[in-house]
């Protein structure tokens, strides 16, 4: 479904991804991690173009990305995407959030937007809050939220960068829990992320990124019990001391 | 439309008035920033002083004069302060170019208070512990405040106080109101008497755009220079 | 000083309406809000344009702001009023020439304060927004401007004050706004100057006092609710 084929980006000298191929298949769930500064985000983000690259090709479903003429919003409107710091817009209610981008965007009517966003809200458990404003919400509440909020435009892909980060220790279950049901019901997602419980118990896949490469693919259970080379080694010790 | 003249611009009658008034315009800013500058720094030291009464005063003086716009403030100057002068004061002003004066006043205490209260967010912007850093290493109060506290504040300030110059610099067209010859008064004079008010606005124009654009580029050369480095 | 508000405070307050024209104090905000309102657009669509990514975009933008804010507005009005008659042929009236120049002086203030609003938005906004599938414009007006006006809303008070103050210079044109009537009033009583224009004072100072306590009224209301 998501093709990278030798996608290269340079920040002025800086080469934050190094010919990164890799795919990522229909219902697949992809943990994309590493230290710091490897690229995950990055990486991530070029994936709805957020982020624009340098060389190489980004395919999804077939058609290349970049190419000329491509409508990057209808991309990105096929693309859910959730933020480390959930974003979610402060001058509009939870639901208004959530009905926002359908309705300006003609997929919906304002009732279907409504019905859709309140069952989704249901899902992640904050219908109760519909009317409520998100700074009234503690953070594992908005980033639910900001998890409906990418659904309600139903697109067959999430992307998550590094979505409990920035929350307190005692939310991040909350939100993972969330995520994790999204997997069950087979969504595509790609999540790049610390968890490293979330990531053994859910990933189909772990790919483990280092200075803009892609060092390591394997399945989670071959990743944590036996990685390969020395950063990945290194990176999981330092996890396990946590 | 008479064509467009730049000869009268150059020498002639028109060219002195036009002149004059720019030099008095010039007299006008400087007159009044050699006193609002002191003033302003007295009244930003009364708002941001710990003792009360002083803070309440400077913060009267500051919005009573603020809030009332610079025209008012010529008008009141001009023909109701006299009034409250003893004759003689009265007789003297009268005969001292009195527009000249009252513009000098009233744009003193105009630009006065502005400056205050960049002088005070100047002041604001120091954070308290470098005062408390002061005093832990033995500096005594008005000596923290004269060698750690007002440098930094001044740096912070002068941007915008070279700004508040500008505003100085433009508000001077207002005395026209009063009758003081500077630049707006001569430009309509010259277009009263000659019909040709492009040429006119045009010197002024320029002659307004040259010197505002000027003090900016001070401005800038001064924050290049001397960048605010926060502590 | 109670004769005088009692005889001339009805003068004071509409000038000669309903004999003549709009005048005094109700001209004076008249002309006020409805210049704000009328720059709203303006400064709005200014505003946008300073913070385009576009140099072709940005840099005329930047170019007026930098020849609106370097001359006085009084000089503005001058032009309006004298010369460009000479060229339209059409002889503009006091209010209008004000109404004019202020929307200009007005818009491009506001685009300043626009901009600044804008730049200050996390950065957040504007990409989870797009990351919807919003267009950029779409963005701009469901996300990014909604925000952006309600912090600025302080800002744009303190503007509406500004420009209350910048009606007097009418008085120079002959438009009969509250500072003209006052010297009017001044003129036909003759012996009451200071109270004449310690009324006028006043009058401004309850105006533009009264609305930037609003402003900093709101400015911390903002502050407590984030």
């Known amino acids: 479904m998501i093709v990278l084929d030798k996608v290269n980006k340079f920040y002025g000298d800086y080469h ?48 290349d990305i970049h190419a000329r003429g491509l409508d990057v919003d209808r991309l990105r409107a096929g693309i859910g995407f959730v933020f480390q710091h959930f974003n979610l817009f402060p001058h509009l209610t939870v639901l208004e959030n959530c009905t926002l981008a359908p309705v300006n965007l003609k997929r919906a009517s304002l009732k279907e937007a409504r019905e859709y966003a309140l069952d989704l809200l249901q899902q992640v458990g904050l219908a109760h809050k519909r009317d409520a404003y998100p700074n009234a919400l503690s953070g ?30 005692e939310m991040v279950g909350e939100v993972l829990g969330v995520m994790r049901s999204l997997a069950h019901q087979g969504m595509t997602m ?18 483990f990124m280092s200075e803009g490469e892609i060092l390591e693919r394997a399945k989670p259970e071959d990743f944590f019990t036996n990685p390969q080379t020395p950063r990945a080694q290194q990176f999981l010790a330092d996890r396990r001391r946590e | 439309m008479p064509s467009f003249d730049p000869s009268i611009l150059q020498s002639g009658q028109y060219h002195d008035w036009l002149v004059q008034g720019f030099i008095l315009s010039l007299q006008l800013t400087a007159a009044s920033f050699v006193v609002a500058l002191p003033l302003g720094a007295i009244v930003a030291l009364m708002r941001t002083s710990a003792v009360a009464p002083l803070r309440a005063i400077g913060a009267v003086i500051v919005e009573s004069i603020r809030n009332v716009p610079l025209l008012a403030h010529l008008l009141f100057w001009y023909f109701a302060f006299p009034e409250l002068l003893p004759d003689a004061a009265r007789e003297f002003l009268y005969a001292h170019n009195p527009e000249a004066v009252c513009a000098v006043v009233a744009l003193s205490l105009y630009s006065g208070v502005h400056m205050a209260e960049d002088i005070r967010s100047g002041i604001r912007a120091v954070p308290a512990s470098q005062v408390e850093a002061a005093r832990s290493v033995g500096l005594g109060r008005f000596a923290a405040v004269r060698l750690v506290l007002l440098p930094q504040a001044f740096r912070a300030s002068v941007p915008p106080l070279l700004s508040q110059t500008v505003n100085l610099w433009k508000d001077t067209s207002v005395a026209t109101v009063i009758g003081a010859a500077e630049m707006m008064y001569q430009a309509a004079r010259v277009e009263t008497a000659s019909f040709r008010s492009a040429e006119a606005f045009t010197f002024a124009t320029l002659a307004y755009l040259t010197v ?17 480095r926060p502590a | 000083m109670l004769e005088l508000i009692d005889t001339y405070w009805l003068y004071f307050l509409v000038g000669q309406y309903p004999d003549g024209p709009l005048g005094g104090l109700a001209l004076t905000v ?35 702001v930098q020849l609106v804010r370097a001359v006085p507005l009084l000089l503005v009005v001058f032009w309006v009023y004298f010369f460009l008659p000479a060229v339209t042929g059409v002889k503009t009236g006091q209010a209008t020439t004000m109404l004019m120049v202020l929307v200009l002086f007005d818009g491009v203030y506001l685009a300043e304060i626009v901009a600044a609003g804008i730049r200050a938005l996390p950065k957040g906004q504007l990409e989870s927004a797009r990351s919807l599938g919003l267009s950029y414009p779409q963005a701009l007006r469901l996300v990014v401007l909604p925000q952006t006006l309600r912090n600025g809303l302080p800002s744009i008070v303190s503007q509406l004050v500004s420009t209350i103050k910048a009606t007097s210079l009418g008085y120079i044109i002959g438009l009969s706004e509250v500072s003209f009537i006052a010297t009017q009033v001044n003129t036909l009583v003759f012996t009451q100057a200071v109270e004449v224009y310690l009324i006028l004072a006043l009058t401004y100072f309850i105006l533009c006092f009264g609305l930037s306590r609003l402003a900093f009224l709101l400015e911390r209301r903002m502050a407590r609710a984030s």
């Open chain 1, 140 to 169: 594992g509440q908005q980033q639910r939220v900001a998890i409906a909020r990418a659904l309600a435009m139903r697109p067959p892909i999430m992307l998550f960068d590094e979505p409990t980060s920035a929350l307190d220790p």
């Open chain 1, 16 to 63: 934050a991804l190094v010919d990164i191929s890799e795919r990522v298949e229909k219902n697949e769930v992809v943990v994309v991690c590493g230290p710091s500064g490897s690229g995950k985000s990055t990486l991530i983000r070029t994936l709805n173009r957020l982020e624009e690259i340098d060389g190489g090709t980004i395919s999804i479903d077939g058609r």
């Open chain 2, 212 to 228: 505002s654009l000027l003090i900016s580029l001070a401005a800038h050369l001064y924050q290049r220079r001397f960048p605010v």
């Open chain 1, 190 to 207: 790609v999540c790049v992320t610390h968890e490293m419980g979330f990531a053994r118990e859910v990933a189909d896949r772990i790919v």
């Open chain 3, 30 to 64: 008249l002309l006020s809000f409805g210049a704000l309102l009328l720059a709203m657009p303006f400064g709005l669509l200014l505003g946008v344009a300073r913070v385009s990514t576009r140099r072709s975009i940005r840099w005329p933008v930047a170019t007026l």
